[in-house]
């Protein structure tokens, strides 16, 4: 058991370091992005499936409230909390429209749509990322490698922050650093932050 212990750090580790190596600019233009939207008041809807739903609202609630140091409240929106608009969504038998439709009720051209996804297969986040384009917002997708079906339908302009990873865990593990990352970087880029 030891053994699997250690071995499941080191995954992680060498997924840490990979993702370090390939991502670092993307992730930086990835915050950029961000903190010139939030600079020109504009706001950030995120949204995910799963663990990517409880991703998207820990990261709007870092944004809304704070990440580390007290500062503004930004604008974010986790698509996935509205239980109420969600069940009547999918009572209403539009499964696939669970996000698009609220990204078509509240966004605005400049806004920017976090995607977290862990295949890229989801007709919802598809949807969620045609609906953002058609209100001319920009796109942010914090994926896997699997992400062919979202992949096809982005702008040149959009970001793909892509985990290089075939095991779920350790792509959660690795998103969810990212969005740390990101956190400290839209902190720093709007209040001048420094560690």
């Known amino acids: 058991m030891v053994e699997k212990i250690t071995q499941t750090f080191s995954d992680c580790i060498e997924t840490i370091i990979n993702t370090a190596e390939n991502l670092t600019p993307l992730i ?8 010139d939207v939030l600079a020109n008041d504009g706001k950030i809807m995120i949204c995910g499936n799963g663990t990517g739903a409880s991703d998207a609202q820990d990261f709007s609630s870092k944004l809304l409230n704070k990440y580390e140091r ?97 095991v779920p865990a350790r792509i959660q593990e690795v998103q969810r650093l990212v969005l740390h990352c990101l956190c400290d970087l839209i902190d720093t880029h709007l209040f001048g932050f420094l560690k």
């Open 70 to 166: 007290e500062r503004p409240s930004l604008p974010a929106i986790a698509l996935s909390t509205d239980t109420s608009t969600l069940t009547a969504i999918l009572h209403d038998g539009h499964h696939n429209e669970i996000f698009a439709k609220q990204i078509r009720a509240l966004g605005v051209p400049d806004d920017v749509l976090l995607i977290i996804s862990g295949k890229g297969k989801s007709f919802g986040l598809i949807q969620a990322v045609q609906a953002a384009h058609a209100r001319e917002m920009h796109v942010i997708v914090l994926g896997s490698s699997n992400e062919g079906d979202i992949e096809i339908l982005l702008n040149p302009t959009d970001i793909e922050l892509y985990i290089s990873s075939d």
């Open 28 to 35: 930086d233009n990835a915050a950029k992005m961000i903190a």
